[in-house]
């Protein structure tokens, strides 16, 4: 068994407006997303979640908000990858591109789902109407969804995380 790869992944947002990067290399590269990446060995969730926010966005979250957790499963993969999600609307800073992430505000009417990872869709409305909620998404390849669930959850504290694949890698 392999352990999960524990990432984060961090949305600015106003009421109407949220705050998207375009990812300009690795993984994810050419898609819009929120900001985040690898918790280091250290470090905790919330904090690799406000350093990678800072990064690649150059914002400093005041508080960050938990409201989701995302497996992704690709098949064939034996390691799950453990996305956890948070908010925030109360940042500093001066919004700045990095060599990994160009930001852009985007109306929350027009968000640009064709441009983003296929899960997206199914989850940001939890996200955008701050429901907590866990997902689960199989992938066939980086655009094909073969399996998903998606819950709305009391308590994301209690949420039992998957630590190997529902299907078994041959
Ligand atoms: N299916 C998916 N849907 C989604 O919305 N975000 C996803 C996703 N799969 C991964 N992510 C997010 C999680 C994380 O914030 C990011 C990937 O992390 P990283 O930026 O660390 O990856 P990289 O391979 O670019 O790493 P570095 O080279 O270390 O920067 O993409």
Redesign the pocket.
Known sequence: MVANKL???AFVKTPTNILLGYKK????MGRW??????VEVGETIDGAAKR?LMEESGLVANTLHKIGI?M?EFVGDPQL?E?HVFTTNEWKGTITESD?MRPEWFPIESIPYKK??T??QFWFPYMLNARPFYGY?T?EGMHKIVYHRLDSVNDLGLVEIPQQPRQPVI
């Not at 290399?25 to 994810?28: A, L, N």
């Not at 997303?33 to 690898?38: E, L």
């Open positions: 990432l984060t992944l290399r690795g993984f994810g997303n929120g900001f985040g990446g690898k990678e995302l992704f990858m996305v990994e983003m990872w899960d997206d998404f992938f």
